[in-house]
């Protein structure tokens, strides 16, 4: 009986070794997939995030480039105004004006235009912020 019961108990431990065995083979090829997709999404993240800040730096270039030229009056800036006889709109003014396409237009003051623009830009950069971090929510939830 004794030696029954050793061979019993030893055939236990060896299928029992071999679970644990096989458990550990399991959690490790987990652990290498999962450390494999985070470092596939790391790369991911990473050339989002190269590719958002070339678009920002771009549009910061563009808004720089369009506030030099407002600023040596190489660009000027236009409302469309409405017709002296009614409608919509600014209210025509006298003086600086012109006829574009057939519409009133009135150039705006240089600064007013240069704010008008500083803040298209401060705009662009949230926009452009905010793409950034959906897709950086969009690539973390995949």
Same mark, same amino acid.
């Given at each position: 009986?004794?030696?029954?019961?050793?061979?019993?108990?030893?055939?236990?431990?060896?299928?029992? =070794?071999?679970?644990?065995?096989?458990?550990?083979?399991?959690?490790?090829?987990?652990?290498?997939?999962? =450390?494999?997709?985070?470092?596939?999404?790391?790369? =991911?993240?990473?050339?989002?995030?190269?590719?958002?800040?070339?678009?920002?730096?771009?549009?910061?270039?563009?808004?720089?480039?369009?506030?030099?030229?407002?600023?040596?009056?190489?660009?000027?800036?236009?409302?469309?105004?409405?017709?002296?006889?009614?409608?919509?709109?600014?209210?025509?003014?006298?003086?600086?004006?012109?006829?574009?396409?057939?519409?009133?237009?009135?150039?705006?003051?240089?600064?007013?235009?240069?704010?008008?623009?500083?803040?298209?830009?401060?705009?662009?950069?949230?926009?452009?912020?905010?793409?950034?971090?959906?897709?950086?929510?969009?690539?973390?939830?995949?």
């Amino acid at each position: 009986m004794d030696a029954e019961w050793q061979a019993r108990n030893a055939r236990q431990a060896n299928a029992f =070794q071999r679970e644990r065995e096989a458990a550990a083979v399991a959690v490790v090829d987990w652990q290498e997939t999962e =450390q494999a997709r985070r470092r596939v999404l790391e790369e =991911q993240l990473m050339a989002n995030d190269k590719i958002h800040h070339q678009e920002l730096i771009n549009a910061q270039k563009d808004q720089a480039r369009l506030r030099d030229r407002l600023a040596t009056s190489d660009l000027r800036l236009s409302v469309l105004l409405a017709t002296p006889g009614g409608g919509g709109g600014v209210p025509v003014a006298t003086g600086a004006g012109g006829v574009v396409h057939g519409a009133a237009r009135g150039e705006l003051d240089p600064a007013a235009a240069q704010r008008i623009v500083a803040i298209a830009g401060d705009g662009d950069e949230g926009l452009k912020a905010l793409q950034a971090c959906q897709a950086y929510v969009h690539e973390v939830m995949r």
